[in-house]
């Protein structure tokens, strides 16, 4: 079976800087793949042109046997930051309904037009799209309330409701955690578990220790990359992926 994303000697640089070095990496269908590295090392760019919202310099990238940009509509993404201000006057139920546009980042359509949301162009399916991708992510009961009164926990779950409407094959997270707590960052991780039973699975993270726990194998970027199954992660790995002296916590619930 071909990989779901198969990346081959890829080098990407903005400029004159190069931010990517002969990267090789293939991601098995059903695979649950931790992205871990340093500030700048690389990673946001990764998704970004396995999303194909970025074009290498050289080397190639499939994913789901075609073009990254040509395989858009099967991607769902949960950004980093939120792409919109968190005063917008708009509704939970709203947000979740963008995912059934075709939207790059910035929540733009991909022919460069702002999309105005009219009630009239939202249909019977994408409402039970919206209301299933809710009740999935445990927040069907706040989805008339304004995107501005959530928690960052109830944030990241209407974000990962947007990303999932679009019933995509493959699911990218970028650090989807990293403005939560302890509690929430469990109760994420869990339903991305039961979730990587239908899709395969991409998440950056900076907590390889916590991460560990759930994903198949981690790849470490840091300019270049690296893979390892979980078993073979131990402190000298991740002093060579972060260049310095670090500490492993380990995570008691």
């Not at 079976?1 to 081959?8: G, L, T």
């Not at 019977?124 to 501005?148: F, N, W």
Request: aromatic share 6%; glycine share 8%; charged share 20%.
């Amino acid at each position: 079976m071909s990989p779901v994303i198969d990346i081959r000697s890829l080098n990407f640089a903005y400029g004159r800087v190069p931010t990517l070095s002969g990267i090789d990496l293939q991601v098995a269908e059903g695979e649950f793949l931790g992205i871990v590295g340093p500030n700048a090392g690389g990673k946001s760019t990764l998704l970004k042109l396995i999303l194909g919202l970025l074009q290498p310099q050289s080397g190639s990238i499939r994913v789901l046997d075609c073009a990254a940009s040509a395989a858009s509509r099967l991607l769902g993404y949960v950004p980093q930051y939120p792409s919109f201000p968190r005063d917008f006057p708009v509704t939970v139920e709203q947000v979740v309904q963008l995912g059934r546009l075709s939207l790059d980042q910035n929540g733009r359509q991909r022919d460069g037009k702002w999309h105005a949301l009219w009630p009239g162009r939202v249909s019977s399916t994408d409402r039970r799209a919206v209301h299933r991708a809710l009740a999935e992510v445990e927040a069907g009961d706040i989805s008339k309330r304004q995107i501005g009164s959530l928690s960052g926990g109830q944030l990241q779950r209407v974000l990962l409701a947007r990303a999932l409407v679009g019933e995509p094959r493959i699911l990218i997270l970028d650090e989807p955690t990293a403005n939560i707590d302890q509690r929430m960052e469990s109760e994420i991780f869990d339903l991305l578990k039961a979730l990587n039973t239908r899709m395969s699975i991409l998440v950056v993270s900076h907590d390889v220790a916590f991460i560990s726990r759930y994903v198949s194998r981690v790849a470490c970027v840091n300019q270049t990359l690296v893979c390892h199954n979980t078993d073979a992660i131990d402190g000298h790995v991740i002093q060579e992926v972060y260049g310095q002296h670090v500490r492993m916590i380990a995570h008691g619930h």
